[in-house]
């Protein structure tokens, strides 16, 4: 992960540990998919529940990689907000 933002600047590693938090943001993302997975395998299959820890097993493994980046993303856009004027105050850039 890069140190700060190539654009405007921002450091992302705000402090020690400060990513910890999106742990729960990926957890959450996670019980969603797996409650919309279930809605789906159950209209398809109805409730067979092999089917549906192999299929979201499977899926989620695919999805980690995703997940886990905008678990990251949200969790410092609870912290940092958008300056649309950042250019104007912004000294560490030409």
Not at 24 to 36: D, F, I, M, R, T
Not at 76 to 94: E, G, H, P, R
Request: charged content about 15%; aromatic content about 20%.
């Amino acid at each position: 992960m890069h140190e700060a933002c190539s654009v405007c600047g921002e450091k992302f590693e705000k402090e020690p540990g400060f990513y910890q938090g999106a742990m729960y943001v990926n957890y959450a993302l996670s019980v969603a998919a797996g409650v919309g997975w279930f809605i789906i395998i159950y209209l398809l299959y109805g409730f067979d529940p092999l089917i549906y820890v192999i299929s979201f097993s499977i899926v989620l493994l695919l999805l980690l990689p995703l997940m886990f980046r905008i678990g990251r993303l949200l969790w410092i856009n609870f912290f940092v907000k958008y300056d649309k004027n950042w250019k104007q105050f912004n000294n560490t850039k030409k």
